[in-house]
């Protein structure tokens, strides 16, 4: 009987392997045959399930998505349950900052997306901001709550504080990767400014 062949995880399969030569060689020297040699696949069986390049780039950025959602959802939770409005803001900007092995692997290879954008404004066509701007909304939608829970200043502007938030931590994780600081000196930083938002340290 043949062997039934599991498609989803084998465009996983992938699709890791491209975001694994993403975090460690960059996106723009990264060809089809060398994500084949990395899946332990066939050059042939990577063009079936991602029939180009740019269709192979926007697949594994979902699945670079996946990892950081379920690592924001895992500080979230380490925070305590049911989680607040700071627990939930606190937990998703401390999981994006590069703290650790697997949190800098993330940022460097987001990293290696905006610097092929930056070469190749087609993909930033087709992909747009969307989870960034996906993430302000979360954030300014937590922020809201905790102003109507009297946790945060009620005259402050959810959308725009949120935007800063984000940008802090994207131009935090940027100077651990360039050597600037360190992780713990980053989380003191982010920390500080969140604390001072909503009144103190919990």
């Known amino acids: 009987m043949p062997k039934r062949v599991d498609h989803d995880l084998r465009r996983r399969q992938i699709g890791e392997a491209l975001l694994r030569i993403a975090s460690t060689k960059g996106l723009q020297a990264a060809s089809m045959r060398e994500v084949a040699t990395e899946a332990g696949v066939s050059l042939r069986l990577v063009q079936y ?3 180009t390049k740019q269709e192979l780039l926007l697949g594994a950025l979902a699945y670079l998505g996946e990892q950081l959602s379920a690592r924001v959802e ?3 939770r380490a925070l305590g349950l049911p989680p607040t409005p700071r627990s939930l803001v606190y937990g998703t900007l401390t999981a994006i900052l ?4 697997e949190s800098r692997r993330l940022t460097r290879t987001y990293a290696a997306y905006y610097t ?3 070469a190749e404004p087609a993909l930033a066509a087709d992909h747009g901001a969307t989870y960034p701007d996906l993430l302000e909304r979360f954030l300014a939608g937590h922020l809201r709550t905790a102003q109507q829970a009297g946790q945060v200043d009620p005259g402050l502007d959810a ?6 938030l984000l940008a802090l931590t994207n131009g935090l994780g940027s100077s651990v990767l360039g050597g600037q600081r360190d992780g713990d ?3 003191a930083i982010l920390m500080y400014h969140l604390d001072r938002l909503f009144g103190g340290p919990a």
């Open 74 to 76: 895992a500080h979230i």
């Open 116 to 118: 092929l954008v930056l």
């Open 159 to 164: 959308p725009t504080a949120a935007a800063g």
């Open 98 to 101: 590069p703290t650790d092995a």
């Open 49 to 51: 399930y991602f029939h």
């Open 185 to 187: 000196a980053a989380l």
